[in-house]
């Protein structure tokens, strides 16, 4: 883990949802997407510019290293950096909540219940359960509307195998 951090602003429950998963400071997988995009915006500070403090509602990110970009000399992320890598977690956020969420309705319960049942899986406080069903309502609603539908339909069998 590198000692040279950033702080982005994100989402509470993304906040949450990245600590619980990464640790705090958050720290990416070596090979992961967030880490790439955190790599291809490095650049130098700027002269005459301080370096970034912490502000109470900011997730401190370690910064990878890199051999191309020494952290020692390229440590830092301009505002429109930090809103792609903030874009990158969003994303994966995304892409995980509709990967477990995706067929819940099969399963007897409510969206809301499943939501709830999600958030405490993912160290999410259950505040943001609406929220969260929401945000996944209108994903789904979004593909429906264009006639792509992604819901499971079938139940998924255990396969047995004989001994």
């Given at each position: 883990?590198?000692k040279?951090?950033v702080?982005?602003k994100?989402k509470?429950?993304v ?5 619980f998963h990464?640790?705090e ?15 291809r915006?490095?650049?130098?500070l700027?002269?005459?510019k301080n370096?970034?403090m912490?502000?109470e509602d900011?997730?401190a990110?370690c910064?990878p290293?890199s051999?191309?970009?020494p952290?020692i000399?390229?440590?830092y ?12 977690i969003e ?14 309705e099969?399963?007897g319960c ?5 939501v709830?049942a999600?958030?405490e899986?993912n ?21 429906l509307?264009n006639?792509?539908d ?14």
């Open positions: 883990m590198s040279f951090l702080y982005l994100v509470p429950f906040r949450q949802w990245l600590t990464f640790g400071p958050v720290s990416f997988p070596a090979q992961s997407a967030e880490n790439a995009c955190l790599r915006f490095l650049s130098r700027p002269s005459g370096p970034d912490q502000a900011e997730v990110v910064l290293d051999k191309q970009k952290l000399t390229y440590n992320l301009s505002p429109s950096a930090k809103a792609a890598v903030i874009e990158c994303d994966t956020f995304r892409l995980q909540m509709w990967k477990e969420l995706n067929g819940v099969s399963c409510s969206i809301l219940t499943g709830r999600w958030c899986g160290g999410i406080s259950l505040d943001y359960d609406y929220t969260l069903k929401m945000r996944y309502q209108r994903m789904r609603n979004a593909y509307k006639g792509v992604l819901r499971c339909r079938t139940r998924i069998k255990d396969s047995v195998e004989k001994y």
